[in-house]
């Protein structure tokens, strides 16, 4: 090839580029503030460097102080702050939002948000009643919009090595036996703030305690393993060990669900003596347990012996929920990655309300 043909193929590329307009980030609402998870939407637009993936265009809180403490905390304008949801979209008319008040007022920002073809993520769980879970899901499809949500561990890499291993690689043969533990010392304990405890402990604003709290994790892990197969029972058995500190709710949880060839144990409590988000998936040869973000312990069978292996955070679907999110928006995403997603929450929602019911009742409830 001559120096002239070179010159002129570099040329065309660098006209292309040039082009091409840079992608911008898309525009974000924040619905609520009084879900201290809402640090992490913040430190994604206001403290990682670089970061194009999304844009805070407007903020719906009514509690001016605490808005005006997370200004101050981030550095954002008062200016974006609006009292209603619906001021801060018809104002500010945002791509998505993410919702971080009650999880009983989820179902109000869907009813929202939907109609003016906005996308919906909500933190755990998706809603605190089938009903409410069944009405949002209506809205998403009627008016095609995506409503997703967002778990802490869908971002852990040893949680999808675990899934790739076991059910891409079927490297210890299929599923028996889930075992999964969620919690910490106790909302209080760990310092929550007032605004936060001040819903995450009512059985009506919350759904309930421990059991919704930190339960959905388990059952949203559970039906990702049993690939979105609804069980045949679910079994519950719920405590109040500390009725003075959460008088209106359990802070102790076991969930027994039942699958026709397998059984997943969920353990969900307030009173673990340290923080924990681990998953032990039992084949019929081996084992493999997610101990953490990254870290997993691996016996593929009987006669091997037991090796500490790590992931990595490319093992995840993304690096956080909001480049996962401004990816579906951008229509990046083909298929919804399944823990996310609107039909494993939905068997999610199944799960807590038979558990919630069994813990009540005393009595196994089939799944029909």
């Known amino acids: 090839m ?7 193929f570099v040329m065309l590329v660098y006209v292309a580029n040039a082009q091409t307009p840079a992608r911008q980030p898309v525009r974000v609402g924040v619905v609520g503030l009084v879900h201290t998870h809402v640090h992490g939407v913040f430190h994604k637009a206001y403290r990682e460097k670089g970061q194009t993936d999304i844009q805070i265009v407007g ?13 101050k905390q981030y550095g954002f304008p008062m200016s974006l702050v609006y009292p209603t949801i619906e001021a801060m979209l018809d104002a500010t008319k945002p791509e998505a939002v993410t919702d971080f008040g009650k999880i009983i007022d989820h179902l109000k920002t869907v009813r929202l948000a939907a109609p003016r073809g906005i996308h919906v993520m909500v933190e755990k769980p998706l809603a605190v009643s089938l009903d409410h879970a069944r009405q949002m899901a209506d809205l998403a499809q009627k008016h095609k919009i995506q409503l997703l949500t967002n778990y802490e561990t869908t971002w852990y890499g040893s949680n999808h090595r675990a899934y790739a291993m076991t059910i891409g690689e079927k ?14 010392q106790g909302p209080q304990e760990i310092g929550c703030t007032p605004e936060f405890l001040t819903w995450l402990t009512d059985p009506v604003e919350n759904g309930a305690g421990a059991l919704f709290d930190f339960g959905c994790y388990g059952a949203n892990l559970a039906t990702w393993l049993m690939q979105g197969q609804r069980p045949t029972s679910v079994m519950a058995v719920t405590a109040q060990i500390k009725p003075d500190i959460y008088p209106k709710v359990d802070d102790e949880a076991t969930i027994i669900v039942t699958y026709p060839k397998a059984q997943a144990v969920i353990q969900a409590s307030w009173n673990w003596p340290y923080a924990r988000k681990d998953m032990e998936v039992y084949g019929q040869t081996g084992s493999i347990m997610a101990l953490d973000a990254k870290r997993m312990r691996v016996r593929l069978n009987e ?16 690096p956080d929920p909001f480049a996962y999110l401004a990816r579906v928006v951008r229509g990046d995403e083909k298929e919804i990655d399944n823990l996310t997603s609107l039909p494993n929450n939905l068997v999610v929602m199944e799960i807590l309300e038979a558990a919630r019911t069994s813990a009540k009742t005393g009595k196994t409830i089939k799944i029909r």
């Open 171 to 184: 490297a210890i043969g299929d599923v028996r036996k889930l075992v999964i533990h969620d919690g910490h």
């Open 303 to 318: 006669r091997e012996p037991e090796r500490i292996q790590e992931a990595t955070s490319a093992d995840a679907p993304a």
């Open 59 to 71: 903020i719906a809180e009514p509690d001016r102080q605490l808005a005006e403490r997370y200004a």
């Open 2 to 8: 001559t120096l002239r043909l070179v010159i002129f």
